[in-house]
C-alpha cells in the first residue's frame, strides 16, 4: 500500500512538473506575442513621426518656407497620439492636477523633443534651426531605440522563433575581406 502511495505521489509530481514546464513556455510566448504587438504599434508611430520631422527639415533646408502647415499639423495630432504611449510623468510635486486628466504632471521626454520640434517648426525663422531639429529628431530616435531595446529584442526573437538576425556585421567586414567578390553571409547557429 505505501509503494502504490508513493508511485501515485511521484506520478503527479512529474505531470505538475510537465505541465508547469509546458505553462511556462506557453505564457512566455504569449508574452512575446503581445510584446511584439505593441512594439509594432510604437514603431508605426515613430515611422510616421519621423517621416514628417525629415521632409519639414528637408523643406526648410530647402528654404521652401512654404506649406508647413500640414506638416505641423501632422507633427500635433501624432504628439497627441504619442501621449497614450508615453504618458506625462507625475512628480507627485501637483503640477498640472487642474488640467484634463492626460495632460497633468511633466511631458514626457520622448514628446517633449517632439513639441520642440514643432515649435521651432512653427518659427517664422525656422530654417535657421535645421541642426537643431536635426539634433532633436536624433534624440527622439535614440529615445524610442532606448525604450524598444532592438538588442535584447533581437534576442526574445531567436528564443521565441525559428527567426535569427545577424547583428555584429559590419560593413568593414565585406569591404575589408582577402577577397570581397567571395564575402558570403554565413548563418547564424
Known sequence: MTNSITIIVSISSLIIAIFSVVYTVVSNREKFVITSSEREKILDWYEKVNKIIIELNHRLLNNDDTNRLPLLSELSALIEVGRFYFPNVDEKDGF????????????????????????????????????????????????????????????KLRRNSYITMRSDAVLNDFLYSDNPNSYVFTEIQ
Not at 520622448?110 to 534624440?139: M, P, S
Open 96 to 155: 498640472g492636477d487642474y488640467k484634463p486628466l492626460a495632460y497633468r504632471g511633466y511631458r514626457n521626454l520622448v514628446l517633449e523633443f517632439l513639441v520642440y520640434i514643432y515649435q521651432i517648426g512653427n518659427h517664422k525663422d525656422a530654417t535657421l534651426y535645421t541642426e537643431h531639429i536635426d539634433i532633436l529628431r536624433k534624440e527622439f530616435t535614440s529615445s524610442i531605440y532606448a525604450i524598444l531595446n532592438p538588442k535584447k529584442y533581437l534576442m
